[in-house]
Structures are given as structure tokens and as C-alpha cells.
């Protein structure tokens, strides 16, 4: 008899679905700059802001334990949530870990799990503060938060891109896209095999790509060291269309990429021919890549180039000129988010 | 042929498991005061402290949404969230909340959840200012950050309880341990009947206790109007024997609380005997209670209890002493943590 409606969440999206519950939030605290929207809230402390943010992994669907080393687990945990604050081009200094843990999980599961955030808190300059452990019915499930700090004047948006803005990349892309489906096929080739021998040579740069992605810090050090500082930016995590895409709407503009100037690896290519796999769609749409995407004004043009550590892909337009990918013949292809939806 | 080792976290105990965990963590910032070992961390921002904390819940084990309606389930997370940042004396102000959603999820019931929490979010004078979503193979995770803020001075610490302190509490105790068990009681019996009519009369304080607790920020703002400073503090959450061998093992004393005093509401009383639990069970060890244990000074014995919102139940003594309950004959039990673990 219930008869209460009932909305599946794939009918919105994730970006809806935020959309939706965001939509109703009130704001209480002078100190609350920035809530949703960006890559972390801008909170502020006197004359400086706090940037806050939080992501959440799920064993089964952000990770699969049964071929990702805890050890690099832990890593990339702590990279995905520093990325935030480094997108918004703020120094990160504490996170917190939440974990929810299956009766299955031992102690020296853990501990690997701590060594490897422990390895990525030190390389990047963070100390973890603190935390909660928690039973978990099913599956391994970590949330890590962060916070960091900046000059007010310093934070970059995702909404400061302009018209004729260059657009940036940090590393070449698709590569964690093709090492993950590198480890599923593997997995699914060796399942009744006893002793399974994974195939991995001549792919390892991928699977570091996706395993234990690093924090592009050298280069942002080195934007600010010469200078530059973007007018919007963004982590890399859900694929360059999609993160273009959220670039160009918050800053209510368009953007012109050009296919070939977007870095695909060779071992991405290659793996993606031998899997019957676009290497352009895993460039554009594979995700977890964890570099940044960000745009800088045009007339930085030959410093950017000269740092020799970031590829400049394309540039900003009006908005009415949407988000457009250029083929190597010239022809114009909408980037519609929805298309290249997984 | 594995030969790697394998503790069980049950061996460690969820103490032992993050004192292990947190052991090998170092530190880079100045701004990190205190990392882990309170309700929240405190980190340095100019004249003041940043509080930052994280808790996680998850379905099967913090929650079973066969009887949480998720309103209230959204109010309670931001209660718990809130609550650390309170019991160091500080003032809340922001948190991100991070899902994992399992695909039986409808958008409706997540538009329940943000409209609890949004509710709690509203008296408690916090904003939630971003997060998380993912997909979860297997139901509900969510994830709350709180941050909140304090002059330094002012933070209260588990570590600052002295000899001669006053132990106080600010309401009953086991109640929400009581409305946990009555839920599961009346789960069980009508598992298999058709449109079930759960048993509730007369116990729906209980009911509220566990579905809806409230944080007491009357009563901390009483103490603060009144000059009153607790010499320490901390969540209810554990219990009040875990919770108080927690003041104390930080303040490195014993303490001595008697059973009398302890205050146990009727309807707490009347449920466990029916059920056949001990009431003094249900509230030193039953959990959840999220009211603020704390400690002042013994000169504020007149001014704390002048207040009316407070029960004092015992006090401070030297570690040497154990952490004792008194029996209403006189008799002293060693309260150990372990013999009321659940």
C-alpha cells in the first residue's frame, strides 16, 4: 500500500543528486565563505580561510582488495583528499580518517593501511589528527577528511576561468582508467586459476597511475614560484569532459580542447588498442587521474610553456560557444557530460 | 601458504586498535597542537584553535533503517558531530557529511536524511558546507567532519580533571540503551506479522533518547554564563564507565561515583526490569547517551548545583585509587573498562 514516491538516484546523477540536497541548506556562521560547489568549503580564520573537505571510499566500488595493496590504499586515500585543497590552491596540513572495517579485516591489514597514509601524509606535509573506527557489516569503507589553508586572495575557484584563458593539464591522461581495467582484466582472466601469474609487463606505469596516484605539488610550487597564478582549477578525479564541464559552468563559459594535444601515454594507448578501448574516451572520460585541470590568463602563455610541466590543451570561450572537443580535421564535438557518462 | 600474521581486531579492543594505529604518526605543522586522544583534534589559527573531528555510522551496525527513520537518523549523525567539538568547550560551526548509498537508496529517503540534518544543523547554529557521495555495495555509510572553533585558553581536555574535582553529569543515563533494546524487542516479535503495530506506549522518552538525542549546549552555555569552567569533559558516547576511565587514564587519576546518585529515568527503570536487564548496566555501560560527562573545580559544588541541570555523582580522587563505583552499602567496585565491554 505505500504509495510514498520513489526516485532512483541514477535519474539524477551524482551531480543532481548534490544539487538537490545542497539546494535546501541554510547558512548560520559569517565565517561560512564558500559551501558547496567547489572542491572544499572556504571557511574563514581571521585573515587567512580555511578549505575543508571530505571524500568517502567504498570496498566493491572505489576499490577491489582483492588486487589493490592496502599499503597503496592508504596512499591514494590521502592524495585524493589533499587534491582538494591543493585544487583550491591552498596548503593542506591536517586530515582525519574515518574507517569502517569488516569483521574479515585484521590488524595487519590496518597497520598497511596506515603505513601507506602515514608514507603520503609525509611526502606531502600533512599530519593525520585523528579519527574514528567503526564496525562495518560489509566491506572496508574509509572517509578521509582534510583541511588546509590560504591567503583569502590566494583561493582559486573553479568559477575564475575567462574567455581566452589558457586550459592546462598537469600529466597525461587515461592512464589510472587503463590500469584499473588492466587489474579487472587480469582478475577475471585468472579467477580459477591456482597460484595466478598476472600479466603485468610493459604496463606498470599504469598501474602506479591508478594503485598510488601522486599529488602534483612540484608543479604548483612551480606555478607559484614563477608567478602564475590560475584563474580556476580543479582536481581531475571524475575525467577531463566531465571536470572541463564543471570548470566551464561554474564560470559560465565554454571551452575549446584539441584532441591532439591531449598527452596519452604510450603504455595507455597501447593497453587501450589491445582492449578494444578508445584511448581517446580513456583520456576524456576515465577518471582518478588526480591531476589538475586548470586555466591561466593568456598572456601566460610562455611562462607556462617554459616550466616544460604542463601541457596546454586548449582555451576558454564565450559561453554560447559551449564545450567543445576539436578533432585533428577541424570538425567541433559537443562534451556533454551525460555521453560519456559511465 | 600464507604465513603473514593475523590479529583480529577483537584482541586489540577498538582502544588498543587506534592507540596502535595512531602510535607511528609524526608531525609536520606547527598549527597541529593536538592530534589524536580527545573528542577533537585542536589546531592553531591565529589567536584562536581550529577543533576538528570524524564519525562514522553504518547501517547494520550504528543503525538498522527497519525502525530509524532517517529524519531522525540525519538529525542524530549531526548531533554525534557536533557533540566532539562541544565537549572541548568549543563553539561548532561547520561540517561536511560524506554518504556511501547502497542502490535501494531513493532519493527521497536521502531528501529525509539532509531534511534531519539540515533540522539539527539549525539549533545547533552549524552550516553544512559540502561532502561526499559514492555508491556502497552494501547500505548506508555517512561520514560527519565537524570543525568548530575556541580561544585556546578555553578548550577543555580530557587530560585536565585534578584530585577533589566534581564529577558531573548533565542528564540520565541508559536511556538511549533502553530505546535501542525495545526497538530490537519489538523487531523481533513482529518479524513475521503483517502490518505490524510495534509496542511503544509509555516508552517513547526512551524512543527519543536513541532515535533523537539532543545536544546539551543549554547546559554548557549555563556553565559558561555562570563562570563556571569544567576542568574536563567528554562525550557520553561509550558510557559512562568506558567514558570516565577515559578522563581518567588522560588526568592519570581515579575517581569515585556512587550509585545512588547516578540518575536513571523511570522509564528506563521500568523497561529493564521488564526486560531483564540491570538498570545500573543499562547506564554505565549501555552507550550512546551523547549527554557531557565532566569535571569542576569542588569550590563550584554551590553555583553547579544552583544550576538544576546538572547531577554531580562523585569525584576525583588519585590514580592510585582505581575508578571505583560505590554501592549504596558502602561498597566500592573497581569499574573496569573490559568487564562491561558489550
Known amino acids: 500500500m505505500k504509495s510514498t514516491k520513489s526516485t532512483e538516484i541514477a535519474q539524477l546523477g551524482e551531480f543532481g543528486l548534490i544539487e538537490r540536497l545542497t539546494s535546501r541548506l541554510g547558512k548560520r556562521n559569517e565565517t561560512t565563505l564558500v559551501a558547496s560547489g567547489d572542491d572544499a568549503a572556504v571557511i574563514e580564520i581571521g585573515d587567512e580561510v580555511l578549505l575543508m573537505t571530505t571524500d568517502m571510499m567504498t570496498e566493491g566500488i572505489d576499490f577491489d582488495l582483492s588486487y589493490f595493496p592496502l599499503k597503496h590504499l592508504g596512499y591514494k586515500v590521502i592524495v ?182 591531449i598527452p596519452i601515454a604510450r603504455q595507455t594507448s597501447e593497453l587501450a588498442e589491445e582492449m578494444h578501448i578508445d584511448p581517446v574516451i580513456a583520456a576524456l572520460n576515465g577518471g582518478e587521474d588526480h591531476e589538475f585541470l586548470f586555466t591561466v590568463p593568456l598572456d601566460m602563455r610562455e611562462k607556462v610553456a617554459a616550466l616544460g610541466l604542463v601541457d596546454i590543451i586548449g582555451h576558454i570561450t564565450r559561453e554560447e560557444a559551449g564545450v567543445i572537443l576539436v578533432t585533428p580535421d577541424g570538425e567541433g564535438i559537443a562534451l556533454k557530460a551525460q555521453a560519456f557518462d559511465r
Chains 1, 2 share one sequence.
Do not use: W
Not at 139 to 163: P, Q
Not at 242 to 253: E, G, H, M, P
Open 80 to 261: 585524493r583528499g589533499v587534491n582538494d585543497i591543493l585544487a583550491m590552491n591552498a596548503k593542506p596540513q591536517q586530515v582525519t580518517v574515518a574507517l569502517g572495517v569488516s569483521s574479515k579485516i585484521s590488524v595487519e591489514v590496518l597497520d598497511a593501511l596506515y603505513e601507506g597514509m602515514e608514507l603520503a601524509a609525509a611526502e606531502l606535509g600533512v599530519d593525520i589528527v585523528g579519527g574514528d573506527t567503526t564496525a562495518s557489516m560489509n566491506g572496508l569503507v574509509i572517509t578521509i577528511s582534510a583541511v588546509g589553508r590560504a591567503k583569502r586572495e590566494e583561493v582559486v575557484y573553479r568559477s575564475g576561468a575567462r574567455e581566452h584563458d589558457l586550459i592546462c593539464i598537469t600529466s597525461n591522461l587515461g592512464a589510472a582508467y587503463m590500469g584499473l581495467h588492466l587489474l579487472e582484466r587480469e582478475k577475471r582472466v585468472l579467477k580459477d586459476v591456482d597460484n595466478p601469474q598476472p600479466k603485468f609487463e610493459g604496463y606498470e606505469y599504469l598501474l602506479e597511475r591508478y594503485l598510488k596516484p601522486r599529488a602534483r605539488m612540484n608543479v604548483l610550487k612551480a606555478l607559484a614560484d614563477e608567478g602564475i597564478r590560475p584563474t580556476s582549477m580543479i582536481d581531475l578525479s571524475d575525467g577531463l569532459a566531465s571536470d572541463l564541464r564543471q570548470i566551464c559552468n561554474a564560470s559560465k563559459c565554454g571551452a575549446r580542447i584539441y584532441l591532439e594535444r
